[in-house]
């Protein structure tokens, strides 16, 4: 299986979320800014890139691109039928974050977690992935 | 190879795009109208088929010729077509946009006709538009069989 975050509003959210998933950027939040621009083509309006693999060696990627939603996972049944790759990636909106969760992301701010998951000696976020990019 | 025509919606330009690339319809001489809208997917694809990748015929060469609606999203099926950065395309894929080809008595005629469903008033605009797109259109596959030709 193949990960694919994604945000048709051409924001690198993905990009961050992918980089956490694999590992490049820690899960707490704590990461400075020099390490979020040291992502692969983070600057770029638009990408599809590979970001390694997750702990159970899935391939992750992440792609940004401004588009309509409803197009890009036809664009990729268009690719598992061209590449008989059927079922092979699974599509992880990240475009309906709230923008404070993405901003808390992007600024390295601790990211609040679902119910059951907060720490309560410290009120914290406990490390496991956050909800919106865990997947089902 | 892989070879697909898209345009906006997939119904007008990169469908006469694929005829002409597979033989289906004469690169010497457009037909008539009602031989033109016989052709496969000609002014009956809507908003709901955009995205989605039909398979036209295979070339002379054995390449398999598609055609796809991708409103204005060419960046985005570029990317996700021609795959991951650092990572090899799964196929031999050449993506052919027919847009540069669509005169604007095309995109009227379409608009009437696939969007507001005035079939009757759209379709004549839009067979006057494909004869219009026509000799543009006769040229993209020109090259784009060249293309394939010398790899």
Redesign the interface.
Same mark, same amino acid.
């Given at each position: 299986m193949k990960l694919v975050y994604y945000d048709?509003r051409g924001l690198p959210l993905a990009a961050v979320v992918a980089a956490i998933r694999t590992g490049r950027l820690p899960q707490n939040g704590a990461f400075k800014a020099a390490a979020l621009f040291s992502l692969?083509?983070i600057n770029s309006p638009?990408?599809?890139?590979?970001y390694g693999t997750d702990e159970k060696k899935r391939k992750v990627?992440a792609?940004w691109?401004?588009?309509?939603p409803?197009?890009?996972p036809?664009?990729?049944?268009?690719?598992e @039928?061209?590449?008989? @790759?059927a079922g092979e990636w699974f599509l992880l909106p990240v475009d309906g974050v709230p923008g404070t969760a993405a901003l808390r992301i992007a600024g390295g701010l601790p990211v609040p977690a679902r119910a059951g998951e907060e720490n309560s000696s410290t009120g914290r976020y406990s490390g496991t992935t956050p909800a919106f990019y865990n997947l089902p | 190879m892989e070879i697909i025509y898209h345009c906006f919606g997939g119904t007008h330009s990169s469908v006469l795009a694929a005829a002409l690339h597979t033989g289906m319809i004469s690169h010497r001489r457009l037909p008539a109208g009602d031989r033109l809208l016989r052709l496969p997917f000609l002014d009956t694809q809507d908003g709901s088929n955009h995205g989605q990748l039909y398979f036209f015929g295979t070339d002379e060469g054995g390449n398999r010729i598609f055609i796809l609606g991708r409103r204005r999203d060419a960046g985005a099926l570029t990317l996700i077509l021609n795959g991951a950065t650092g990572e090899e395309p799964v196929r031999e894929i050449l993506l052919v946009s027919a847009m540069p080809c669509v005169p604007l008595l095309l995109k009227i005629g379409g608009f009437i006709s696939r969007r507001l469903q005035f079939t009757r008033l759209g379709r004549p605009l839009v067979l006057a538009g494909l004869r219009r797109g026509y000799p543009c259109l006769r040229e993209l596959v020109y090259r784009v069989k060249k293309e394939v030709a010398e790899g």
């Open positions: 048709s692969p083509l638009r990408a599809f890139v590979y990627y792609l691109c401004k588009a309509d409803l197009l890009i036809r664009f990729f049944r268009a690719r @039928e061209l590449g008989r @790759e | -």
